[in-house]
């Protein structure tokens, strides 16, 4: 039997949870009010997909690992598909408008179209729309 889960809340450790979520806000993002406080801020990526952005104190309060150094690490890509080229484009240019940098140049493979940013962290983002008609 395959296992299947219901929701994913990718937790991520951050410096300044403020600025964090102004950053977030004005890429059009919202928050969970319900699991937000001054530790941590929820925020809602889809109705399924959350990431719970975590102040670097309360992110070691779940792990005795040391926090990756995203100036010089990867930790993770969080890749999410959009609805359209236009989409992708949009937000990326919302996450470097509000003081996110380029972490690649735009990558069109014909089929799927993609661009990523970083978030004020270091934080790897991916964005990408897939033509549908190419999937099957």
């Given at each position: 039997m395959a296992v299947q889960l219901n929701q994913i809340f990718v937790n991520l450790p951050v410096k300044d949870l403020n600025k964090t979520k102004r950053f977030?806000?004005?890429i059009g993002f919202q928050f969970n009010p319900q699991f937000t406080n001054e530790d941590a801020a929820c925020l809602v990526i889809s109705e399924h997909i959350f990431a719970m952005l975590q102040t670097e104190q309360h992110f070691m309060s779940f792990?005795?690992?040391?926090i990756t150094d995203t100036t010089s690490h990867a930790e993770?890509?969080?890749a999410f598909s959009a609805d359209s080229r236009e989409q992708v484009d949009?937000?990326?240019n919302r996450a470097l408008a509000a003081g996110g940098t380029k972490f690649n140049?735009?990558?069109d493979h014909g089929f799927m179209y993609g661009w990523?940013?970083?978030?004020p962290d270091g934080h790897l983002w991916?964005?990408?729309y897939m033509?549908?008609?190419t999937i099957e």
């Open positions: 977030f806000n004005e792990t005795n690992k040391e993770v890509i969080l949009e937000i990326v140049d735009p990558v990523s940013f970083q978030d991916e964005v990408f033509d549908p008609a």
